[in-house]
């Protein structure tokens, strides 16, 4: 797991214990959507007119499913605060090992409650958005 995450330059998983759930690469990886195409519908027309030159896509929201471990009670509530306190930044760069030359620049916006906590297991969902999908590096 350690070389797998890296958030905010940090490896995720020697640094906090977190590692993805198996559904996150995929949300990171979803193409984002277009942004809604010009339209004119005139009277004197059948149809309508569609610019589709110069198409520009929207931002996105993410949710990625992650998991923090630790060996023990002490260690899960230590990690837990220093990567809360990493996301009080309010931006999140999170790049993977299986894409190394992206770098998504993310905004936190919000946590779930705790799905599961289990002697230092805790599973959880980030809802993160992505306000330029093209300002990727």
């Not at 998991?67 to 220093?82: E, L, Q």
């Not at 916006?109 to 959880?124: A, E, L, P, W």
Request: proline residues 5%; glycine residues 6%.
């Amino acid at each position: 797991m350690i070389g797998e995450l890296y958030i905010n330059g940090q490896d995720a998983y020697g640094q906090w214990g977190i590692s993805m759930d198996d559904t996150s690469l995929s949300a990171l990886m979803a193409p984002p959507p277009n942004k809604s195409l010009i339209e004119n519908k005139s009277r004197l027309e059948h149809g309508k007119r569609v610019v589709i030159d110069n198409v520009k896509v929207d931002e996105r929201d993410v949710t990625l499913q992650i998991n923090i471990t630790a060996p023990n009670k002490d260690v899960f509530f230590s990690r837990y605060m220093s990567f809360c306190n990493e996301l009080k930044k309010g931006k999140l760069y999170i790049r993977t090992k299986y894409q190394p030359d992206i770098t998504y620049k993310m905004i936190y916006i919000s946590c779930k409650q705790f799905s599961q906590f289990m002697q230092g297991i805790g599973k959880f969902s980030l809802r993160l958005n992505e306000p330029n999908p093209e300002d990727r590096y």
